[in-house]
């Protein structure tokens, strides 16, 4: 979740089990916007905002028809910063109470979030989730009881003005959500490759886990870039289905010869695909798991375990991993809060602009979101079509590598 200070991105719940490489009593961050910054629906009133546990669908079993719904009624942000959440958590997983994997999630540090203290080792929780139209989704969370404000995903941080009507609810368990899913997300489902997938380099490909800090790595707009930074992930995940579990790429899937083999990896991690609305063909980015809409692409859900791994650049950047256009790491708010403190530290110094608020700069193409990208798949309006590679059209900042 972008929310997840994120910059994090992600949770995870009956999703599965996150793991990071490095040791978890380092805290997670998440990025927390509290109800002060919205205008909310009247139809909530502040006991309803801090207290409720649930959306209280109507069409929902335990629906209650004394109380107010926070289905369909419109959240305006206004504009203003997040409340940045340090928080010990033993299993890696945003969760609500009920379901927590391991022991409570609690306050690393004490936090004043809207003129109320919270001290050092209050718990705290994912009390549910709401999904809007298109199928974003984001969190209410929870601190001692007292929901405090809203946690995005990455990449969906509100803007001023910005509305959110949720029409569906999910709950901690997915029994009592209204579309069988839990909310429970990963602190950190970074954008990712699995072992295997050949990386594009000057000296021709090479597996991804061969990748070390300092090598270099072909790009389509700036030729051969350096590796700043490198990591790995390993996740667990429980036997149900869901939507956190890799996505596998079958040879062949997005043309005769692309990818080049079987190509696996993480639900976030995106693609270059052609969008050719308006009469233009215009190159976007892609959700892996929004493809699985085509044939030859699937989530495996058979996955108990999987190995992630990732490499960032300089900047965000178009690499080729077998055959495809696809991305490289981007330093966003998910990445700094699965990283290692460490790793951390190693972020902030090669990426100062981290630290001023800057972030890491734009995305290497325009991001098409899930449910809008399905939608363009299915009408034939997003189209794969591998392109050349355009070194002379770069112009990279002087920064030092």
């Known amino acids: 979740m972008a929310g997840v200070i994120n910059q994090t991105k992600s949770f995870l719940g009956q999703k599965g089990r996150r793991i990071h490489c490095a040791s978890l009593d380092m805290p997670f961050y998440l990025a927390v916007y509290d109800w002060s910054l919205y205008t909310t629906p009247a139809a909530l009133s502040t006991a309803r905002l801090e207290g409720d546990t649930q959306p209280n669908n109507p069409a929902n079993p335990g629906y209650d028809p004394d109380e107010a719904s926070w289905l369909g009624e419109t959240f305006t942000f206004n504009g203003g910063a997040s409340t940045q959440l340090a928080v010990n958590d033993d299993d890696g997983n945003f969760e609500d109470g009920y379901v927590e994997t391991g022991g409570a999630a609690t306050l690393a540090q004490d936090v004043t979030i809207n003129g109320t203290t919270y001290l050092a080792g209050s718990v705290v929780e994912n009390e549910f989730s709401m999904l809007d139209s298109s199928g974003n989704e984001i969190w209410v969370v929870r601190i001692d009881g007292v929901n405090v404000g809203f946690a995005y995903p990455e990449g969906l941080e509100p803007s001023s003005g910005e509305t959110f009507i949720g029409v569906t609810g999910r709950d901690g368990d997915g029994a009592s959500s209204d579309d069988g899913i839990g909310s429970s997300e990963p602190y950190s489902l970074l954008v990712c490759f699995t072992n295997g997938a050949m990386i594009a380099t000057p000296d021709g490909p090479r597996p991804v886990e061969m990748l070390r800090t300092g090598d270099t790595v072909s790009t389509v707009d700036c030729g051969p870039q350096p590796i700043i930074w490198t990591s790995s992930l390993q996740v667990r995940f429980r036997g149900d289905p869901n939507d956190a579990k890799p996505v596998l790429v079958k040879k062949g899937a997005f043309a005769s010869c692309f990818p080049t083999r079987d190509l696996v990896v993480s639900p976030q991690h995106r693609f270059v695909f052609h969008d050719q609305r308006g009469g233009q063909s215009k190159e976007v980015l892609v959700a892996a798991k929004a493809l699985t809409c085509l044939p030859g692409i699937r989530s495996m859900n058979g996955k108990r375990t999987v190995e ?82 355009r070194q002379n059209h770069c112009i990279l900042d002087s920064v030092p590598a």
Not at 313 to 321: E, G, I, N, P, T
Not at 346 to 371: C, E, H, N
């Open 308 to 389: 992630y791994r990732h490499f960032a650049l300089r900047r965000h950047s178009v690499v080729v991993a077998d055959g495809v256009h696809t991305e490289s790491c981007y330093i966003g708010p998910s990445v700094l809060a699965g990283a290692s403190e460490l790793d951390c530290r190693r972020l902030k110094q090669q990426f100062p602009d981290l630290l001023s608020g800057r972030g890491y700069g734009p995305t290497a193409r325009p991001v098409i979101k899930v449910q809008e990208a399905r939608r363009l798949l299915i009408s034939k309006e997003l189209t794969f079509e591998q392109a050349s590679t």
